[in-house]
């Protein structure tokens, strides 16, 4: 599975970006996607997954009721809606693939199988 992000920019807080990562490659639709990002200096970090095999989505607390991850099977394509950004919020953002199916295990960037090549976010103040 390859995956491409697309989708980041620079914005200003309040703003909203939607992500996107187009992945290629067969049973597109029996991977958890998800999204982490990595600030300058930081590690990666978990931002959202959307399970494959229960459709359940999990967020990090700190985008919980702001961020949206959504997938269309269709196109091979994983979203996330981002509103209400913050200057916190800048970072490349990762998506990435992972067979596993079970959300307790999905916050873990070990649990990733593919990884996508990031896309920059940069939000202002």
């Known amino acids: 599975v390859q995956l491409q992000a697309s989708g980041g920019g620079l914005v200003q807080a309040g703003d909203s970006l939607r992500l996107s990562c187009a992945a290629s490659?067969?049973?597109?639709?029996?991977?958890?996607m998800g999204w982490f990002r990595q600030a300058p200096g930081m590690e990666r970090e978990f931002v959202a997954v959307?399970?494959?095999?229960?459709?359940?989505?999990t967020y990090a607390d700190s985008v919980k009721g702001r961020f949206t991850i959504s997938r269309d099977n269709a196109k091979n394509t994983v979203y996330l809606q981002m509103n209400s950004l913050k200057p916190e919020d800048t970072a490349v953002y990762y998506c990435?693939?992972?067979?596993?199916?079970?959300?307790?295990?999905?916050?873990?960037?070990?649990?990733?199988?593919?990884w996508g090549q990031g896309t920059l976010v940069t939000v202002s103040s």
């Open positions: 959307n399970t494959w095999s229960s459709g359940v989505t």
């Open positions: 490659g067969r049973a597109f639709g029996s991977y958890s």
């Open positions: 990435a693939a992972s067979s596993q199916r079970l959300p307790g295990f999905l916050r873990s960037s070990r649990s990733y199988d593919y």
